[in-house]
């Protein structure tokens, strides 16, 4: 850290002087334009820069399947709006690769494709992203996929089934996004500043998204279970009814304490979904005291159900847990 005393030029000017080495680090020198960036009490300050886009390169010759979609969408969410993936020669798995990662994207397109090299880009301008929608539509998308995901079990329905695994990627392609939004707005002031809302917020809205990532997986478990398990008994069927209320109820509660504008309403919901979650133990007990009296299989199979869906409820209590934390005063 270094220290810098404020002086006054001109009578009425403040000025300060910059540290030499982050100046020379910087590319900072006379005439140089900055911009400043004032958080309440904090300013930020960075080199003006002329670029709009991003563009990253990876070199891709030891990398194929998984490992290569997961490289591609490594350098998604890092911030790079072009992406060239290089290598002596592509292969048709790394194109294949490739592609799969380009579909588990928001906006992501392949603009160019040659014999040693694959560029994509991303679509969608940066500036016009919301946190916010992109929460929002997440916590739509999951909390219909568990509703969904036990009627399906009930119902003995595998085209409800299928439908939740498939709705999985369209989580899991919000969840990138957030993750992406997030990451720039730690990176550049500006980012948070065209976006609107306070990094703090950001991080907040980032955790709350990881945890309805997850709700979304346990829908997707539930579903790819009911594919295997024929017709439940009715008393199970309606006490997993019952669970899965329970489980949304906390989950709404906590998202609407995180999305409260008011700091009393978000007290009161985010406490409320934190002693749901407490009631949520009884009803599990109640369940596995009838999952006994099945045959074995059966009941190992809704005894994951059973853990899925009382998870799903944790994790709405995470989220309760980072909304009182967003309503807390800040010093």
């Not at 070199?59 to 790079?80: H, I, K, N, Q």
């Not at 294949?96 to 040659?114: C, F, K, N, P, Y």
């Not at 109640?286 to 999952?291: E, F």
Request: hydrophobic residues 40%.
């Amino acid at each position: 850290m270094e220290t810098r005393k404020v002086q006054v030029t001109g009578g009425s000017t403040y000025t300060v002087s910059l540290p030499k080495s982050w100046a020379t680090e910087n590319g900072v020198s006379a005439g140089t334009t900055v911009e400043c960036y004032p958080e309440d009490d904090s300013l930020l300050l960075t080199p003006a820069s002329d670029v709009d886009r991003q563009e990253g390169t990876l070199d891709v010759s030891d990398l194929e399947g998984e490992r290569l979609t997961r490289a591609v969408m490594t350098m998604y969410v890092s911030g790079f709006d072009i992406i060239r993936l290089e290598a002596t020669r592509i292969t048709t798995d790394q194109r294949r690769a490739i592609r799969d990662a380009t579909q588990s994207l928001v906006g992501v397109e392949v603009l160019e494709e040659t014999t040693d090299s694959v560029v994509i880009q991303d679509l969608l301008d940066s500036s016009e992203l919301s946190i916010v929608n992109a929460v929002s539509r997440m916590r739509l998308i999951a909390t219909s996929m568990l509703s969904d995901a036990v009627t399906a079990l009930v119902e003995n329905d595998d085209d409800i089934a299928q439908d939740v695994i498939e709705r999985d990627d369209d989580v899991d392609r919000l969840w990138l996004v957030v993750s992406r939004i997030f990451r720039a707005t730690l990176r550049s002031p500006r980012a948070a500043e065209e976006l609107g809302v306070p990094r703090e917020d950001c991080f907040d809205f980032h955790s709350s998204a990881r945890q309805l990532e997850r709700v979304a997986d346990h829908a997707a478990k539930i579903s790819n279970l009911a594919l295997k398990l024929e017709a439940i008994p009715e008393e199970v069927a309606e006490a997993l009814i019952a669970l899965r209320t329970d489980a949304a109820d906390v989950l709404e509660k906590a998202m609407d304490a995180l999305f409260a504008d008011e700091t009393e309403e978000a007290n009161r919901l985010g406490h409320a979904a934190r002693e749901a979650v407490l009631e949520i133990d009884e009803h599990t007990r109640y369940i596995d005291d009838i999952l006994r009296d099945l045959e074995p299989v059966q009941a190992q199979s809704l005894g994951l159900i059973v853990d899925s869906l009382s998870r799903s409820a944790d994790y709405g209590g995470n989220i309760a847990e980072t909304a009182l934390q967003k309503a807390a005063p800040r010093p």
